[in-house]
C-alpha cells in the first residue's frame, strides 16, 4: 500500500502526533510540520524548529523483528536520509555513529527514533528526522554545536524522495537485516580513521573510528585493537 502523509501547519512535535496515532498507521505512513512547539532529539535534549525554515519530518515502521532491529533500523535511516540529500543537493553529506548527517563536520540533520508498544515480538518505530535547511539565528539554548543548512530545495520533492525511498530500503532491511548497509555506511562515515573520543557516561575512549559492524555496533581501533562499542557519543579528537 502507499504511504499516507499528513501536512500539519503547527504541532507539539510530529514524532508525538504519530505515537497518539499507533493503532490506526501502517508502516510507511508519515507526517511533515512547518512548526514544532515541543520537538524532541536524542538524549533528552530538545530540537529548535522555527517556522517553515526547515525539515520535521516523521514515519511509522513497523518492527516485524521486535526491538532488537533499532538499532540497525536507524542506521539505516541514516544511510537513506545521506544519499537523499547527496542527489537533491549534490553536496557530500556524510552520517555520524549512531544517527546524524554532517556536512563540512557540522550537524546537518539529526534521526530520533522512538519505539512504543511492543505486542508479542513486534515493535512500533516512529522515525524522526530534522533537517536544517534555511536556519539562521538558532537558539543557542538548544542549539549547543556547529551545524550545518542544507540550502535552498523544493521541501514537496525532498519528503517525496525520502518516503520513496525509506520504503525501499526499510523493506530490504526487514527482509536482510543490516549487512546488505554495511559497505554503504561506511562509505558514508564522516570519521572513517579519524581520531575520535566516545563519551560513555564520564567515561572518555580514544581511538580510531573503523565503522560499524553486523550488529551497528561502532568499530574503534584502540592500541591496535578493534573494539565495538553500542554506546556512547562521538567527536573529533582535538575538538
Ligand atoms: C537529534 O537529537 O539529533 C534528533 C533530532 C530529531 C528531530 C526530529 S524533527 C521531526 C521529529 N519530531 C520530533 O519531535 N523530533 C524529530
Keep these: ?14 514524532n508525538q502526533y504519530l505515537l497518539d496515532k499507533i493503532g490506526q498507521l501502517r508502516s510507511g505512513d508519515c507526517c511533515v510540520a512547518e512548526f514544532q512547539s515541543k ?3 536524542r538524549r533528552g535534549r530538545r530540537w529548535f524548529s522555527p517556522f517553515g525554515s526547515n525539515l520535521y519530518f516523521s514515519m511509522y515502521w513497523q518492527l516485524e523483528q521486535g526491538v532488537a532491529a533499532a538499532m540497525g533500523l536507524s542506521l539505516v535511516v541514516g544511510i537513506v536520509i545521506a544519499d537523499t ?3 537533491l ?6 552520517v555520524k555513529w549512531p544517527n546524524d548527517l554532517y556536512l563540512n563536520d557540522q550537524k546537518l540533520a539529526g534521526i530520533l527514533v522512538e519505539l512504543a508498544g511492543k505486542t508479542g515480538d513486534c515493535a512500533h518505530a516512529i522515525i524522526g528526522i530534522g533537517v536544517n535547511l534555511m536556519m ?8 549547543n554545536q556547529k551545524w550545518a543548512n542544507l540550502g535552498k530545495v523544493d521541501r514537496n520533492l525532498l519528503v517525496a524522495r525520502i518516503v520513496k525511498n525509506l520504503n525501499i530500503k526499510l523493506s530490504e532491511f526487514e527482509k536482510q ?25 564520564d567515561n572518555i575512549i580514544r581511538g580510531i573510528a573503523k565503522g560499524i559492524n ?15 562499542h553500542i ?7 582535538g575538538d
Design 1 to 14: 500500500a502507499d504511504s499516507r502523509c499528513e501536512i500539519l501547519p503547527i504541532i507539539d512535535s510530529t
Design 39 to 41: 520537538a524532541r532529539g
Design 85 to 87: 540529500l547527496r542527489e
Design 89 to 94: 543537493s549534490g553536496q557530500d553529506i556524510k
Design 136 to 143: 539562521t539565528n538558532p537558539d543557542p539554548n538548544i542549539v
Design 177 to 201: 537485516g543490516l549487512a546488505p548497509f554495511i559497505s554503504d555506511w561506511n562509505r558514508l562515515d564522516n570519521f572513517a580513521n579519524r581520531p575520535v573520543k566516545l563519551l560513555i557516561g
Design 214 to 228: 553486523e550488529q551497528g555496533a561502532l568499530m574503534l581501533e584502540q592500541d591496535g585493537k578493534i573494539h565495538a
Design 231 to 237: 554506546g556512547g557519543e562521538i567527536s573529533l579528537r
